[in-house]
T-cell receptor, first 114, second 109 residues
């Protein structure tokens, strides 16, 4: 079975803290994505990666960075968390070229920044 | 700008049929997806339409009209477990996914 695993389901952090969200997929997928999901809004793409050590900005990259050192792992980093980054963060992956294929999502990481 | 519209919430009765609409305005079109998301869980893929017409998959069907910028998801023989949010997403000319805010479907006995 296809599996995308996010390291933490729930996190509470303080303003200014550095936050790491980890995502691992076991499907050998080339493409990995980080989204945030907020009530009343569609999923918004933060960053994506189509290969190891490659990254592309999505629609809302400000305040975030990413790391993809290994094919199966894609990390989202909040260098200095702020309250407006309180959200549900979803990692996803898809195989092959970006024009095909469904997304496989992780369970999500709900981050609260106080 | 790019926009996906779907109703915020719908209510239906167990055993009935419900149609969830999605209209879109995007720069280009390379396919439309429907995902199901139960509360607190990951979205899961339901359907993909790239050509006009109806795609049927068991109790679920999805319809697309590219000329009208319109799709719907049809759920038949509703079950309580169908209570979830249904997300519509369109791939634009750059193959980027544009997401609707989702429709929360409430099923009543």
């Amino acid at each position: 079975d296809v599996k995308v695993t996010q390291s933490s389901r729930y996190l509470v952090k303080r303003t200014g803290e550095k936050v790491f969200l980890e995502c691992v997929q076991d499907m050998d997928h080339e493409n990995m994505f980080w989204y945030r999901q907020d009530p009343g809004l569609g999923l918004r793409l933060i960053y994506f990666s189509y290969d190891v050590k490659m990254k592309e900005k999505g629609d809302i990259p400000e305040g975030y960075s990413v790391s993809r050192e290994k094919k199966e792992r894609f990390s989202l980093i909040l260098e200095s968390a702020s309250t407006n980054q309180t959200s549900m963060y979803l990692c996803a992956s898809t195989p092959g070229s970006l024009d095909t294929g469904e997304l496989f999502f992780g369970e999500g990481s709900r981050l609260t920044v106080l | 700008g790019q926009n996906i519209d779907q109703p915020t919430e719908m209510t239906a009765t167990e055993g009935a049929i419900v149609q969830i609409n999605c209209t879109y305005q995007t720069s280009g079109f390379n396919g439309l997806f429907w995902y199901q998301q139960h509360a607190g869980e990951a979205p899961t893929f339901l359907s993909y339409n790239v050509l006009d017409g109806l795609e049927e998959k068991g109790r679920f069907s999805s319809f697309l009209s590219r000329s009208k910028g319109y799709s719907y998801l049809l759920l038949k023989e509703l079950q309580m477990k169908d209570s979830a949010s249904y997300l519509c997403a369109v791939k634009d000319s750059n193959y980027q996914l544009i997401w609707g805010a989702g429709t929360k479907l409430i099923i009543k006995p």
